[in-house]
């Protein structure tokens, strides 16, 4: 059994409101854009991490993660990307990647947009945790965390915090 939090966008930011809602996960799975090698290096001090790199991530982060990540967790295939779409809209890449991989969960990011979706097309769960930094078109910071117990998902929970606290100001 894992408990694993998912987040994506961070550009930059790990906070402690994030750090609060990853604390008791087993690893953290990153969909790109994390704003820095330095951010990721921080993440992968907290929890372990898995991750792909985004957009706007740079030369020495995509040394470092790939564009798509496809891994097995528990009795899971995962495949993560950043820019991969959603069900009835994947992206072309996407698509190849899920018929070649068959993952049971399909994680991406860049949208900002908090999205858990079965998708009966491909017998799989879309996760896309929406944007947990503070730099976008978002309203709020969201993640997710969950359980995988072989065969199992379960427990899924979603963070949501405000996009700027009252102490930082408008």
């Known amino acids: 059994m894992k408990r694993i939090g998912v987040i994506s966008d961070t550009h930059g930011c790990f906070d402690q409101q994030l ?12 969909a790109g854009d994390f704003g820095s090698l330095e951010l990721a ?16 991530d740079g030369g020495m982060s995509r040394r470092v993660f ?3 990540n496809c891994f097995e967790c ?17 992206s072309p890449l996407a698509i190849r ?3 070649s991989y068959k993952p049971d969960i399909f994680i991406a990011g860049h949208s900002h ?14 996760i896309n945790p ?17 359980t995988i117990d072989g065969d199992d998902i379960r427990d899924m929970e979603i963070g949501e915090w405000p996009k700027i606290l009252p102490e930082e100001g408008l």
């Open 113 to 126: 947009i908090l999205k858990v979706i079965f998708d009966p097309i491909y017998n799989l769960l879309h």
């Open 74 to 90: 528990e009795n899971k295939r995962i495949l993560m990307t950043h820019i991969g779409g959603y069900p009835r809209n994947y």
């Open 66 to 68: 790939q564009e798509f």
């Open 130 to 146: 929406g944007a947990a930094g503070k730099y976008g078109f978002h309203k709020v910071r969201t993640a997710i965390r969950f």
């Open 41 to 56: 290096d921080q993440i992968a001090a907290f929890k372990p991490l898995k991750g792909v790199y985004g957009n706007i």
């Open 97 to 99: 990647m899920i018929q």
């Open 19 to 30: 750090q609060l809602f990853l604390k008791d996960v087993d690893e953290i799975w990153h």
